[in-house]
C-alpha cells in the first residue's frame, strides 16, 4: 500500500472502530488506547490523522455533507420539496452515523454541516441570510426530531406526512 492507501485504510479503521465503541458505552468514556486497540492501528497512526476523537467523526460529517452536495449538485434550487426529501433520504442512508453523533452528544456537528451548507456570507442581503439561517437551522432542528425517534420514515413519506399536515390547515 502506498502512503495515501494507509492513510485512508487508518481513517476507516478508526472511524469504524469508534461507531462500534458509541453503540456499546459512552463517548467520554471511549479512551484513545481503546480506539486505537479496537482499529487495530498504532497510536501513532491515530495521532497523524486526528487531534482527538471528534476530529474522527468531524471529518467524517464534513465529507459526507460534501457527498450530499456532489451527488444533487444538480437539484433545481427552487424545489425545496426534492432538496429535503433527497437530503433526508442521504441521511437515512447513512443513519448509522449520525445516529452515532446523536448518541455521542455531538449533534452539534450536524448543525455545523447545516449552517456551513447554507453558504451564509457577509455578502448576502440580510433578508437572504436570514432566511438560509432560519432553514438551515428548521432542517436541523427537524432532522435532529427524527433521529431520536429512530429515522423509522423516508425522505418521501416525511414530506408526504409534511403536505398532508399543509392540507390539514
Not at 61 to 87: C, F, G
Request: glycine share 4%; aromatic share 12%.
Amino acid at each position: 500500500m502506498n502512503n495515501a492507501e494507509k492513510n485512508s485504510y487508518v481513517k476507516n479503521r478508526m472511524l469504524t472502530a469508534l461507531l462500534e465503541l458509541i453503540d456499546k458505552q459512552t463517548f467520554e468514556e471511549i479512551s484513545i488506547s481503546q480506539l486505537v486497540e479496537e482499529a487495530g492501528v498504532g497510536r501513532a497512526s491515530f495521532y497523524r490523522n486526528y487531534n482527538s476523537k471528534e476530529d474522527i467523526l468531524r471529518q467524517e460529517a464534513t465529507r459526507l455533507m460534501e457527498e450530499y452536495q456532489s451527488l444533487y449538485q444538480n437539484d433545481d434550487p427552487q424545489n425545496m420539496s426534492v432538496k429535503i426529501i433527497h437530503l433526508l433520504d442521504f441521511y437515512k442512508d447513512h443513519s448509522e452515523f449520525y445516529c452515532a453523533l446523536y448518541k455521542a452528544g455531538l449533534s452539534n456537528m450536524i448543525q455545523d454541516t447545516f449552517i456551513s451548507s447554507a453558504e451564509i456570507t457577509d455578502e448576502l442581503p440580510n433578508a437572504a441570510a436570514y432566511v438560509k439561517s432560519a432553514f438551515a437551522y428548521l432542517t436541523y432542528g427537524w432532522v435532529i426530531e427524527w433521529i431520536k425517534r429512530g429515522m423509522q420514515e423516508s425522505g418521501t413519506e416525511l414530506a408526504a406526512m409534511f403536505a398532508g399536515m399543509e392540507q390539514m390547515k
